[in-house]
């Protein structure tokens, strides 16, 4: 596999539910991310891990609780959401560059997730 | 805190015109920008990224422009295809590798 690939594709769940969205990505990158899309809103940065420590929490609910085993691996575990949490869960990886620039980050196909 | 616009929301075409999609940011300290095109439902593809340094980026039909001390970039797409219909987003990379995006312009490109 190439590129950044993200499962499962669809995820339908109750608000009692714990599940577990997952990220691999396969381009040498040391830098991954959670971005969440909801619809009629721009997509919004949740959790960005550098070398696997996490360095931004964008002020996203307990809920939603995020892993990073690895450089290549991200995860992020689900409990008790609501409804409108039910969103398209967008992951992305890229080199992390600190000061000279930025680096160009490439995203995976994307979680389409229902919380009824 | 930094925010983008995209402007028009939503653009609808003949084949072969040629058009321009805007994007604005408010704070000009950023690292790079980036263009994305998404297809509904699918994730997001990178057109073209322009470093904060670079004026600008081509790949095939799409020109990009960046004009980082008035906070614009230009998506320019010549002879327009029903094949680029889709949502076009732009996003900004600041400090903390924190990437932030616009609202996206809908293109409909119309046979």
């Known amino acids: 596999e190439t590129g950044v690939t993200q499962t499962p594709r669809h995820l339908v769940m109750g608000m009692t539910n714990k599940k577990s969205l997952k990220c691999e990505q396969h381009l040498g990158h040391n830098a991954m991310y959670w971005y969440k899309q909801s619809a009629k809103k721009p997509l919004e940065l949740m959790f960005v891990y550098n070398f696997k420590e996490q360095t931004e929490n964008n002020s996203v609910p307990s809920r939603f609780s995020p892993e990073c085993p690895n450089s290549s691996h991200l995860f992020l575990h689900l409990h008790t959401l609501q409804p409108e949490d039910s969103a398209l869960y967008l992951c992305?990886?890229?080199?992390?560059?600190?000061?000279?620039?930025?680096?160009?980050?490439?995203f995976g196909p994307g979680t389409r997730l229902t919380v009824l | 805190k930094q925010e983008v616009t995209q402007i028009p929301a939503a653009l609808s075409v003949p084949e072969g015109e040629n058009l321009v999609l805007n994007c604005s940011f408010t704070?000009?300290?950023?690292?790079?920008l980036q263009w994305f095109r998404q297809d509904p439902g699918k994730g997001l593809t990178s057109l073209l990224l322009i470093q904060s340094s670079q004026r600008e980026q081509t790949s095939g039909r799409l020109n990009a422009s960046l004009d980082k001390s008035s906070g614009r970039s230009t998506l320019y797409i010549a002879a327009s295809q029903p094949g680029d219909s889709a949502t076009y987003l732009c996003a900004v990379l600041g400090a903390g590798n924190m990437l932030t995006f616009g609202g996206g312009t809908r293109l409909m490109v119309k046979p």
């Open positions: 704070d000009s300290a950023i690292y790079n």
């Open positions: 992305a990886s890229s080199h992390f560059q600190s000061t000279s620039g930025g680096a160009e980050q490439f």
